[in-house]
Antibody, heavy 121, light 108 residues
Framework: QVQLQQSGPGLVKPSQTLSLTCTVS????????????WSWIRQHPGKGLEWIGY???????YYKSSLKSRVTISVDTSRNQFSLKLSSVTPADTAVYYC???????????WGQGTLVTVSP | EIVMTQSPATLSVSPGERATLSCRAS??????LAWYQQKPGQAPRLLIY???IRATGIPARISGSGSGTEFTLTISSLQSEDFAVYFC???????????FGGGTKVEI
């Protein structure tokens, strides 16, 4: 059994950096066990899902090309955590942000609870 | 980028009826396709991967089919808990890339 718990502020001012953390709990194993990627996805209000990027426990990352210049995903294996930083946010970045585990085939099998992040003065 | 198109946008059905949802890819993704269910205020839930493999705990009334560019999610007899939004996702070129469809809302 795997559980993902998200934390971070729900309100960010324009031009600042959005920061979220996902803590992963395992009945057996850890992020360092490998075999899975760890991802961030967002959903604009009333819209579909947008993949942001993901990271492997080794630190290898992949980012969506349109967000690449503003996104950093990092991992802390000692704490079983991975984090998202999105810089220079605008109101267009207002969305529910999810963390999720990616299976080796590319499907997302476990998700965090979601965090609504509003970008507003 | 592979574009995923879902239809219809909204599907109105009655409990006990059969629901058929479609997902089309702009180019072949083979069987590299997943389906998710999302209820209001909740995270998506994986239903199907590999186009037709049910995820753990998914009831047999939910099934997936198709390959290449045309895919179908079928719910054989709708239960009250099945009214939700459904998304498809392709992962043919993963890593690095993957894309989601726009979703189909199944409503009463």
């Amino acid at each position: 059994q795997v559980q993902l718990q998200q934390s971070g502020p729900g309100l960010v001012k324009p031009s600042q950096t959005l920061s979220l953390t996902c803590t992963v709990s395992f009945s057996v194993g850890s992020i360092s066990s490998g075999g899975y990627y760890w991802s961030w996805i967002r959903q604009h209000p009333g819209k579909g899902l947008e993949w942001i990027g993901y990271i492997y426990y080794s630190g290898s990352t992949y980012y969506k090309s349109s967000l690449k210049s503003r996104v950093t995903i990092s991992v802390d294996t000692s704490r079983n955590q991975f984090s998202l930083k999105l810089s220079s946010v605008t109101p267009a970045d207002t969305a529910v942000y999810y963390c999720a585990r990616v299976m080796s085939n590319g499907a997302f099998d476990y998700w965090g609870q979601g965090t609504l992040v509003t970008v507003s003065p | 980028e592979i574009v995923m198109t879902q239809s219809p946008a909204t599907l109105s059905v009655s409990p006990g009826e059969r629901a058929t949802l479609s997902c089309r890819a702009s180019q072949s993704v083979s069987s590299n396709l997943a389906w998710y269910q999302q209820k209001p205020g909740q995270a998506p839930r994986l239903l199907i991967y590999g186009a037709s493999i049910r995820a753990t705990g998914i009831p047999a009334r939910i099934s997936g089919s198709g390959s290449g560019t045309e895919f179908t999610l079928t719910i054989s007899s709708l239960q009250s808990e099945d009214f939700a939004v459904y998304f498809c996702q392709q992962y043919k070129n993963w890593p690095p890339s993957l894309t989601f469809g726009g979703g189909t809302k199944v409503e009463i």
